[in-house]
């Protein structure tokens, strides 16, 4: 079974500091890795995934992410928070099988102070 | 615009009463996923449509069902509804072709309100 532990529910950080949000995974095959973000009322959109080959991903917006397999971490980062960053932000875990369904972690809420 | 389309947006609907969810895939997506999101449980997939068969079941509750049409659009039918159903219901589709693994793409998403 495969799971994600998203470590702060909420993060703040303050405009043109640095981003990071953490995730943990657990899988019992080779995991395919996803952030999403949600804005307000919105449904999700995929900010950068992982599925083979390079470890560091980079993604839209100025985010990336870096999957370490001896950590279990694929932990999200942006090098200068904006403010239009201010959102949800899910990571999820796939595996390479028929059942290609998206474990979630339970979200982190980001805030960004002026 | 993901390209994925959901109606309605919103529902407003009673106790013991029975809904439809409808989702469109973007064109040429033969899968089509069903999320729920909700306070309490979070972000939980339901069940996965492939070309108008049932591929994987999640936590998907027994008065619950769905079905993918020949046009490879999506219904997700809720009957005996109750007060804890009430969340944000999302479809995602995906091209699952040969080789790669193909990301999902969400819809705007059904918010079910059941007083």
């Known amino acids: 079974a495969q799971s994600v532990t998203q470590l702060g529910s909420h993060v703040s950080v303050s405009e043109g500091a640095l981003v990071l949000l953490r995730c943990n995974y657990s899988s019992s095959v080779p995991p395919y890795l996803f952030w999403y973000v949600q804005y307000p009322n919105q449904g999700l959109q995929l900010l950068l995934k992982y599925t083979t080959g390079a470890t560091l991903v980079k993604g839209i917006n100025g985010f990336e992410a870096e999957f370490k397999k001896s950590e279990t971490s694929f932990h999200l980062t942006k090098p200068s928070a904006h403010m239009s960053d201010a959102a949800e932000y899910f990571c999820?875990?796939?595996?390479?099988?028929?059942?290609?369904?998206?474990?979630f972690g339970s979200g982190t809420r980001l805030q960004v102070q002026p | 615009d993901s390209g994925v389309t959901q109606t309605p947006k919103h529902l407003i609907t009673a106790t013991g009463q029975r809904v439809t969810l409808r989702c469109s895939p973007r064109s040429g997506d033969l899968s089509v996923y069903w999320y729920q999101q909700s306070l309490d449980q979070g972000l939980q997939f339901l069940i996965h449509?492939?070309?108008?068969?049932?591929?994987a079941k999640g936590n998907i509750l027994e008065r619950f069902s769905a079905q993918q049409f020949p046009d490879l659009h999506s219904e997700l039918n809720l009957s005996s509804l109750e007060l804890g159903d009430s969340a944000l219901y999302f479809c995602?589709?995906?091209?699952?072709?040969?080789?790669?693994?193909?990301?999902?793409?969400f819809g705007p998403g059904t918010r079910l309100t059941v007083l």
């Open positions: 995602a589709s995906s091209e699952r072709g040969a080789g790669s693994y193909n990301e999902q793409f």
């Open positions: 999820a875990v796939s595996e390479d099988t028929g059942r290609r369904a998206l474990t």
């Open positions: 449509y492939y070309n108008g068969e049932e591929r």
